[in-house]
């Protein structure tokens, strides 16, 4: 079965410096997510990506977040410079397209900010 | 935005028992309904979806029902197991992004 990979799988960073999180969604897949969640939360999105460029975002996905898709097989979530509550399990995801959700998630990458 | 209220927070039934989950949602665009089961450290597993043109959907011992007009959807898990013991998310959206509910502990009661 097809996975949306994720890498890597735990960063540890200091405050103040920026993190690069890659994702490699499923080839066929159309719509790209990044959600997080906050230990022991629920999950919250972030942004949604469609046609190489932002469809949606949340009021968490602020200035010190951006998205790229810089090779046709790679999505990045970059956040500039880290916060303590940027730690977080980031999730990525894809789906087919708006005539057939079925997201699928990726194992997730643990970000610890110190 | 959308707004996903979910219910109970904690939920203990005993083995072979039924249990039902039941959120809300605010948006009437929403048009796609999941639910995902988490395991502690892991991704969400999607277990049951709806979309807006279904009223019921039934996978063995999962069921999900959809109440567009009320907004609300819930999920029932028959002969219930322990390996259902996990946090259940449910969540409402479409192709631009899902609110997910604050999730339910199911635990499951030899």
């Known amino acids: 079965e097809p996975e949306v990979t994720q890498t890597p799988s735990h960063q540890v960073t200091q405050m103040g410096q920026e993190v690069i999180l890659r994702c490699v969604p499923i080839?066929?897949?159309?719509?790209f997510y990044w959600y997080r969640q906050i230990l022991g939360q629920k999950v919250e999105f972030l942004v949604s990506?469609?046609?190489?460029?932002?469809?949606?975002k949340s009021e968490i996905f602020d200035d010190q977040f951006s998205v790229e898709r810089p090779d046709g097989s790679n999505f990045t979530l970059k956040i500039r410079s880290t916060k303590l509550e940027d730690s977080a399990m980031y999730f990525c995801a894809s789906s087919v397209g708006s005539l057939s959700y079925g997201y699928t998630f990726g194992s997730g990458t643990r970000l610890t900010v110190v | 935005g959308e707004n996903v209220e979910q219910h109970p927070s904690t939920l203990s039934v005993q083995e072979g028992d039924s249990a039902v989950i039941k959120c809300t949602y605010s948006d009437s665009a929403s048009n796609y309904f999941p639910w995902y089961k988490q395991e502690l450290g892991k991704r969400p597993q999607l277990i049951i979806d709806i979309r807006s043109n279904v009223g019921e959907k039934k996978d063995q011992r999962i069921a999900v029902t959809l109440n567009k007009t009320a907004k609300h959807f819930s999920l029932h898990i028959t002969e219930t197991q322990p390996e259902d013991s996990a946090v259940y998310f449910c969540?409402?959206?479409?192709?631009?992004?899902?609110?997910f509910g604050k999730g339910t502990h199911l635990i499951i009661q030899p």
């Open positions: 080839s066929n897949h159309l719509y």
């Open positions: 969540a409402a959206g479409g192709a631009d992004g899902l609110t």
């Open positions: 990506f469609y046609n190489n460029e932002i469809s949606e």
